[in-house]
């Protein structure tokens, strides 16, 4: 799940990535675009009180940016309340957010 907000800094929009308690995992990882598709820059942090994994950025607004979820390190992820999706050279989808 996706959740666009204003932000306090002019020309940007908060966003918070979110993936469900559901996801079983001991890291996550948000990679794309907006950190250069480093995995070990956006870690998702699993909240105690409902177990939702999620992490919010301040990205620049009036962009689309490339994204996927990296599971434990080996398992991507899309995410499907993306604003589209883009085929990639290993043969699946990344998700796009559109600032």
Same mark, same amino acid.
């Given at each position: 799940?996706?959740?666009?907000?204003?932000?306090?800094?002019? /020309? =940007?929009?908060?966003?918070? =990535?979110?993936?469900?308690? %559901?996801?079983?995992?001991?890291?996550?990882?948000?990679?794309?675009?907006?950190?250069?598709?480093?995995?070990?820059?956006? =870690?998702?942090?699993?909240?105690?009180?409902?177990?939702?994994?999620?992490?919010?950025?301040?990205?620049?607004? /009036?962009?689309?940016?490339? =994204?996927?979820?990296?599971?434990? /390190? %080996?398992?991507?992820?899309?995410?499907?309340?993306?604003?589209?999706?883009?085929?990639?050279?290993? /043969?699946?989808?990344?998700?796009?957010?559109? %600032?």
């Amino acid at each position: 799940m996706i959740r666009k907000s204003p932000s306090s800094r002019p /020309g =940007f929009l908060r966003v918070t =990535f979110e993936l469900p308690s %559901t996801v079983w995992a001991e890291r996550v990882a948000l990679v794309g675009e907006f950190n250069d598709w480093d995995k070990q820059h956006d =870690f998702l942090t699993q909240d105690h009180t409902d177990a939702i994994w999620r992490v919010t950025l301040e990205l620049e607004a /009036g962009r689309q940016y490339q =994204f996927r979820y990296l599971v434990n /390190g %080996t398992d991507w992820h899309n995410d499907w309340s993306a604003d589209a999706y883009q085929p990639n050279v290993q /043969g699946s989808d990344n998700s796009i957010i559109i %600032t």
